[in-house]
């Protein structure tokens, strides 16, 4: 069980306030104003996220345990470079928690020497009409519609930016999540484009030229998730789709795996992530 630093985590030193403590992730606000988190399992990681399978859920209860409790003071993460500490603000030295990183491995680095692995367009048709199916088949199971996926405000509103002349850059910060769905979106979308023809690609380009611009419109979670998908480092649960879908015609239990694992990321975050990667698989080439 390797120890994991993304690529896009900030440099040491930095201290940063948690602000959330789920079952699957801690969550912190860095001072640059998006979110960094750790996890416990490689198939959470992101590019800005630590992973420390050994002790993260001792590192978890206990910042579960003061974060849920008299909030009396801020609990904060402290990032060294060797050390991931868990403290209270002004109690220098007591840490509650403290996480070794000097073995971790850097995660989600782009290797520019090498070839990109693009799918083969006759695989396209393939890939995506057994992504719907495995998808439909999840709502035919019980998965309920929600945000854009159902008949609703969101959906409205989704549909009448898709006409927009800025689509699909003013999707960020669009719908409901912690991520914002159209963040989602937009993340499944540019994996899918790279997938099609590599990060330098036309639409790819343009579109993270444009995203920087409108950071400013979304949550911190929203943010860290789209400095991600700017640098061509989707979250580990895109970039397993994406190698599904590379070898979809082979192994399609493979591609139907990998989509119902993005499924159980949010309460709609992967499928939304999935729309996007959908809209992005087929789009035409200019």
Known sequence: MQN??????PCPPWTAKIVGVFDVAVSMLHPDGSLVSLVGSETRMEARAFCHPRNFFDYRDKARKHFDGPQE???????????????????????????????????GIRHRGRREELIDS????????????????????GRPLEGIHAEGIFSKTFRRLKLAPDFPVNLVGFGPGTTPAGDDWLAGYLAALDLRGGVCTRPAAELRSRLPGRLERT??????????AIEGIPPAYLADLSRAALSAQTFPESLEKAVSAALLHGATSGEDAIAGFLAGLQKRRK
């Open 4 to 9: 994991l630093i993304g690529a896009l985590v």
């Open 73 to 107: 003071k801020e609990l904060l993460a402290a990032y060294s470079g060797g050390c991931l500490a868990l403290l209270h603000a002004g109690e220098e030295g007591i840490n509650l928690s403290a996480l070794d990183l000097t073995d971790a491995m850097a995660w």
């Open 122 to 141: 006759a695989a396209v048709n393939s890939a995506a009409l057994a992504i719907r199916q495995t998808v439909d088949q999840a709502h035919r199971a």
């Open 219 to 228: 949550s911190a979670a929203g943010r860290a998730l789209l400095l991600g």
